[in-house]
């Protein structure tokens, strides 16, 4: 006892000591470092905290966090609704994450990465894979700040690709959004008549004036519908649902 603290200290060498806060009833474990530096390895707080200041390992077995008594998605902006939070630095174009390795995890094959690109947390979320035995992970997905998804390969899948009312899908040249080969759009009417798809080519710019032809199903009730073909602004084509032109 040292008059303000109780503590258990290892009597041979003190690279050990074990110190207990009468106020708070906090207790800290203090080691030495290889230079003789004493450190807090583990504080155990009265509220029941552990804060470790080091690496934490976990051999042959799992990890099991309950966290019954959180909700995340009643409040997304606050860190103590989650089971897991990783802090990262505050420096745009750093970032933190989880990787997956082997057992001597000497070769990650896998990872999720938050890129920090901005105030206030501001960031990317990448998804990272890897097909080959050496090097590193590859950029797989990145879904930005924007919400917008950027794919590093082929999507594959399994069921129906679905968009909502007004969505598009545009097919770009390399040089941005702005300049787009076609877009297919959906909508729920056209024209005051029932659902409706149209395809459109674009010349310079993404715009209803550099239009240079359209496709497009005019829908009516039940199964009938109408096609029309536009060329120059205007209609060249139109199938009824007579299956007449």
């Known amino acids: 006892h040292d ?49 470790f200041a080091g690496d934490i ?7 099991d966090i309950n966290s019954s008594a959180l909700n995340a998605v009643g409040d997304l902006g606050d860190a103590d609704d989650y089971a897991i939070v990783i802090r990262q630095p505050y420096t745009t174009g750093q970032g933190t994450g989880i990787a997956f390795a082997n057992d001597g995890a000497d070769h990650i094959g896998g990872a999720i990465v938050h890129i920090d690109r901005g105030s206030n947390n501001l960031g990317d979320l990448a998804f990272y894979t890897k097909s080959g035995s050496t090097g590193a992970p590859s950029l797989a997905l990145t879904l930005d700040s924007s919400q917008n998804a950027t794919f590093n ?25 702005d300049n787009q080969y076609l877009t297919i759009n959906a909508a729920s009417t056209y024209g005051g008549n029932g659902r409706s798809g149209t395809i459109i080519f674009y ?26 073909l536009e060329t120059g602004g205007g209609i060249a084509l139109n199938l009824d649902t007579s299956q007449n032109a």
């Not at 003190?14 to 504080?43: E, F, Y």
């Not at 390992?57 to 990890?63: D, T």
């Not at 209803?208 to 029309?228: D, F, H, K, P, V």
């Open 3 to 51: 008059g303000s603290h109780s503590y258990i200290q290892h009597e041979n060498t003190g690279d050990l000591k074990l110190l207990s806060a009468r106020n708070n009833g906090d207790i800290q474990m203090i080691v030495k470092d290889s230079g003789g530096t004493q450190r807090t390895a583990l504080q155990l707080t009265g509220a029941g905290n552990a804060t």
């Open 57 to 63: 390992s976990v051999s042959g077995g799992n990890v």
């Open 153 to 177: 390969g082929n999507i594959i899948g399994q069921g129906d690709l679905l968009f909502h009312d007004g969505s598009h899908i545009g097919i770009n040249t390399a040089d941005g959004s």
């Open 203 to 228: 010349g310079n710019e993404y715009s209803s004036s550099s239009a240079r032809g359209r496709l497009t199903l005019i829908g009516g009730s039940g199964e009938g519908g109408n096609i029309q």
